[in-house]
């Protein structure tokens, strides 16, 4: 049984950062695409950052400069570093893993950036 499990959201300021982790228990994770996508009340879901198994990564316009997803192959982990945060990225952030057909999703985390 696969399973992906994500941590790291919370409530922040405005300015500050968290870090979200996101687990893929598979057998070679360095197969897999990661990517975080975001979802705000009465939104679609968003692509807000992409990391291949080479490690080349893509992100979103408005997020650009401020997040920084990564990823540890022998740990089976993605993060996105959220640095300098805003209203506007509050949202229930979703990690998911990919490869060919196979489409795994996390539960999803909150992260609220408020004053």
């Known amino acids: 049984q696969v399973q992906l499990v994500e941590s790291g959201g919370g409530l922040v300021q405005p300015g500050g950062s968290l870090r979200l982790s996101c687990v893929l228990s598979v057998s070679i994770f360095g197969l897999y695409d990661m990517n975080w996508y975001r979802q705000a009340p009465g939104k679609q879901r968003e692509l807000v950052a992409t990391?291949?198994?080479?490690?080349?990564?893509r992100y979103t316009d408005t997020v650009q400069g401020r997040f920084t997803i990564s990823r540890d192959n022998d740990k089976k982990t993605t993060y996105l570093q959220m640095n300098n945060l805003k209203p506007e990225d509050t949202a229930v952030y979703y990690c998911?893993?990919?490869?060919?057909?196979?489409?795994?999703w996390g539960q999803g985390t909150q992260v609220t950036v408020s004053s």
């Open positions: 998911n893993g990919k490869r060919f057909g196979l489409d795994y």
């Open positions: 990391i291949t198994g080479r490690g080349t990564t």
